[in-house]
């Protein structure tokens, strides 16, 4: 408990520092220690077409996780989504699932600090094979065509740009954020920080998850 505690003040200072008004709404979270209830509990309430052990449902602001291994980042990723719910920048599943997998991904250690776990290798998300023009779409990628996607396609892509910005880049993470948030095209702002605009970007996500 203390650790899922720890984690959600994380995230919301993180989403703070983005001067980003967050959801305050109370969250229920329910959590299952069998699969088939879990599962059905699925169906009934959302139907979802990808579904793996957790997922937010918006509409009763609700956590569902099913208890396995993993259970703890699950849960993170999930207040994540729980968090920004009904803001614009929820709509951008490149940046919604890239932050929450983010997020997700540190844990507090026993200093007080938080350390992230590594999420993909840079050898399964295969960024070289991934042109400029194919990385662009992705940028404007919606729920069916993200759905079509392999894990390491949707949410590994997703956490690579994402990981980058908030290494390399936190105040352009921060711009892309607020300007998605107010509806608007993020590509003038790539444009300004490289001249090559997004293929400079992609090319530095690229070498940056190599190492
Ligand atoms: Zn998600």
Redesign the pocket.
């Known amino acids: 408990m203390n650790e899922i505690r720890k984690r959600l003040t994380f995230q919301k200072n993180f989403y703070r520092k983005q001067l980003v008004e967050f959801s305050t709404e109370p969250v229920t979270v329910k959590v299952f220690g069998d699969y088939a209830d879990f599962s059905a509990y699925e169906l009934n309430c959302c139907g979802m077409e990808n579904i793996t052990t957790?997922?937010?449902n918006g509409s009763k602001n609700e956590v569902v996780v099913f208890k396995n291994e993993e259970f703890i980042r699950s849960l993170s990723?999930?207040m994540?989504?729980a968090l920004l719910s009904g803001l614009p920048m929820e709509e951008h599943l490149w940046l919604?699932?890239g932050l929450?997998?983010l997020l997700a991904s540190y844990k507090p250690s026993d200093e007080g600090s938080f350390k992230a776990e590594r999420m993909y290798f840079a050898q399964d998300l295969k960024l070289n094979e991934k042109s400029t023009k194919r990385l662009t779409r992705f940028l404007r990628i919606e729920e069916e065509d993200w759905n079509a996607l392999s894990t390491y396609d949707a949410?590994g892509v997703a956490w690579a740009l994402v990981n980058y910005l908030y290494r390399e880049e936190p105040m352009l993470l921060r711009k892309v954020i607020q300007t998605l948030n107010l509806g608007k095209d993020i590509e003038p702002l790539f444009q300004k920080r490289y001249k090559k605009g997004l293929k400079d970007f992609f090319q530095l996500v690229r070498s940056y998850s190599e190492k």
Do not use: K, L, M, T
């Open positions: 957790a997922f937010f990723h999930e994540s989504h919604s699932e929450a997998d949410y």
